[in-house]
């Protein structure tokens, strides 16, 4: 079992059992963690009335579990998009590309084959949680909802909110999208019963929404306590039509935070060109930042800070942001802001600060999974293997059929060595191979709440 409980942390324990109950009121949850030579005496052991064949054993085989990837940031309705933005900028691809797709997806068949894929697409990416956003219609979006929970995806499901500047074919009165995102928040909670599948208040950005729509979706938010999403500070132009609309307050940061939409169960997207002051809002706030690196390169919106952002101590995770983003690979995504933050290491003159800058394979691992549960503010619950977590998590496999990921038998841990042979991998190495060489096909199984959602 492998994870990353802390940032820059590599867990490593081997010849290790996790025990989790199938049933009953503990499960999916973690039991106990321990090391191990006979499992099954272990889960006897735990629980006494459990005969033999009641235990049902997973075993990791020649390869490691590891904590499913949590998606910050996901457009699930954009999907079909993925890879075509051309050499378009924020505001000028939304309207090309975005919203006509978006707005496409009011027929419920197209968006059941576009969800469809989309999660079946993410959960064999590794993805086990997701903060997806939808599009404006409620009934697509509560589809969305059904689609989560019947494929055993943890999921925050949110309708897309925009009642201002924006197409006459995609866009609400200010009262017919607050009752669409109370009726998808009545069903999530009443009707569909699904303890993993949670609603999240989609304001889209400041620039669609009202200052009546945002005043009363922080007060539905406030009332059920509800996560809340959106995006912040993505590119320039974006900063400066904010400024533009809302010059009553100082920062976009601001704008927010006026309208109580700033709070420990936001998560804001983006976050590039922010100032001190308003990192030190969202501190204040314990708002989590999604880092979408893939997108902030494809639409050369800018390059997030992200060192800059951890060492204040804000909670940072990574989305794929499709399809700003080209690909809901979340490995691919910390891939990617991995190479950012040398390219923003490259632009500093200071040596010392310039290595600072450099985001490492674990760090980034970290954020890919427990860093992203607690940007969702859900790192009670998921993130890492420790008892009382759901065990969500992915099997890798370093050699599973088709790998891309090529280890030689000279390198392997364990090989014997001598003066004149190349030399051996640690198992650190082993997963920096992972890290940047291994795709779906090293996923060759997927676990949500202890449940099976994919397997190769
Ligand atoms: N800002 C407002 N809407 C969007 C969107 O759909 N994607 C991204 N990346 N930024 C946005
Ligand atoms: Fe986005």
């Known amino acids: 079992f492998i994870d990353c409980p802390e940032l820059g942390q590599l867990r490593i324990r081997y010849n290790t059992c996790v025990g989790v109950p199938l049933r009953g009121e503990q499960k999916g949850s973690i039991q106990f963690v321990k090391e191990s030579s006979d499992p099954v005496a272990d889960a006897i052991n735990y629980d006494s009335t459990l005969l033999n064949n009641e235990v049902n054993l997973v075993s990791s085989g020649s390869g490691f579990f590891f904590p499913g990837f949590v998606d910050t940031h996901i457009h699930a309705s954009q999907y079909p998009n993925a890879g075509i933005f051309g050499n378009s900028t924020l505001l000028k691809w939304l309207e090309t590309y975005t919203f006509p797709l978006e707005a496409s997806l009011h027929d419920l068949e197209t968006a059941n084959v576009v969800y469809e894929t989309v999660v079946r697409r993410t959960l064999s990416n590794g993805t086990t949680t997701a903060a997806y956003y939808a599009t404006i219609d409620p009934k697509s979006t509560k589809l969305m909802a059904r689609i989560c929970s019947s494929r055993n995806q943890r999921a925050l499901i949110g309708k897309v909110c925009m009642d201002q500047n924006s197409p006459g074919f995609y866009v609400e009165s200010t009262d017919s999208c607050l009752r669409g995102c109370q009726e998808v928040v009545d069903y999530l909670q009443n009707e569909l019963n699904d303890s993993k599948v949670a609603p999240i208040l989609t304001p889209r950005f400041a620039p669609s929404c009202s200052r009546d729509l945002m005043t009363q979706l922080a007060a539905m938010a406030a009332k059920d306590d509800l996560h809340i999403q959106t995006h912040l500070s993505e590119s320039i132009s974006e900063v400066e039509w904010v400024k533009s609309l809302f ?210």
């Open 247 to 456: 010059p009553e307050c100082e920062t976009y940061t601001q704008v927010y935070d006026r309208f109580k939409l700033i709070t420990e169960k936001t998560v804001l997207a983006h976050c590039i060109h922010l100032t001190d002051a308003e990192a030190k809002l969202i501190k204040s706030r314990k708002a989590g930042i999604s880092h979408c690196p893939i997108s902030n390169s494809s639409l050369t919106s800018g390059e997030c800070r992200v060192r800059w952002l951890l060492d204040q101590g804000l909670k940072v995770g990574l989305g794929t942001d499709v399809s700003g983003g080209f690909t809901c690979s979340v490995l691919a995504t910390a891939r990617h802001a991995h190479l950012v933050s040398r390219h923003l290491a490259m632009k500093e003159q200071d040596p010392e600060l310039r290595e600072h800058l450099k985001l490492s394979v674990p760090e980034l691992l970290y954020l890919s999974t427990m860093g992203g549960a607690d940007a969702l503010n859900m790192g009670d619950q998921i993130g890492s293997f420790d008892v009382g977590k759901q065990f969500d998590a992915q099997l890798i496999g370093l050699e599973s059929s088709g790998s891309n990921v090529d280890v030689f038998t000279w390198q392997r841990p364990g090989a014997k060595a001598s003066k004149t042979s190349p030399p051996l991998l640690t198992n650190e190495d082993l997963i920096a191979k992972w890290f940047f060489n291994g795709d779906d096909r090293n996923v060759t199984g997927v676990w949500v709440d202890g449940m099976l959602s994919h397997s190769t």
